[in-house]
């Protein structure tokens, strides 16, 4: 684990695999940081998995501070990466700036954004202003009303083509990491081949250099709602609801207090 991103660039030389998990507050920070996580995502997808909403649209930049201080807190050792939600960014570079600003001193080591080539001029504004950023492409979840639906990227040669050159054009922008989301596996093993950056993966098949996956999906605590390549390593909507059960029968019987 290591806050250094010249750790993760020494890595990817090495062949040795970074692991990231979604973390959302002190509880979620503190089991991953005891776990040896070597990076914690304060994800937008806490709209989804906390707040219940059906995307990430509504996530506001104050609720990104928020949940990126409850993880700072809890933790030392992990690099602490923090979403830049919709809207927050998108405008200008100085937008960009000022809220990744607010993000960094929240307890943030780095910014992740969602785009494309487009936002080159963004990430390498950013770049020069001492704001390391995770440039995120493929499947980009604040596009998901452009997209139709969260779906599968890349499937065409020429949509391939687009994102192979997205993570080329933002390495050279000033990227220090780029994230790739339900892409073909192919695709993925060609662009980390190819960056001199380190990848992190989810829905990308096993070669980026990184893994990233969603707390509440490792834990299984929404089974019938994780995306088809998360992988469950939990049962934990049921281990769960046993144990409140059974509180609830403790106090009903006369069991507890005793």
Known sequence: MSKNLAVWEKAKREGRRMTVLTAYDFCSATLAEQAG???????????????????????????????????????TKPLIMADLPFGSFEESPEQAFASSARLLKAGADIVKLEGGAIMAET????????????????????????FGGFKRQGKTQEAAQIIFDDAITLQAAGARIVLMEA????????????????????????????????????????????????KQYLNGASLITTALTQYATDIREGHFPT
Not at 37 to 56: E, K, W
């Open 37 to 75: 996580l070597d990076c914690l995502l304060v994800g937008d997808s806490l709209g989804m998995v906390i707040a219940g909403d059906a995307d990430t649209l509504r996530v506001s930049l104050e609720q990104m501070e928020y949940h990126t201080s409850l993880v700072a807190k809890a933790t």
């Open 123 to 146: 990430i390498a504004f950013l770049s020069k202003r001492a704001i390391p950023v995770c440039a995120h492409i493929g499947l980009t979840p604040q596009h998901v009303r452009q």
């Open 183 to 230: 892409v073909p596996s192919d695709l993925a093993t060609q662009i980390t081949k190819r960056l001199e950056i380190p990848t992190i993966g989810i829905g990308a098949g096993p070669n980026t250099d990184a893994q990233v996956l969603v707390f509440h999906d490792v834990l299984g605590l929404y089974p019938n709602k994780a995306p088809g390549f998360a």
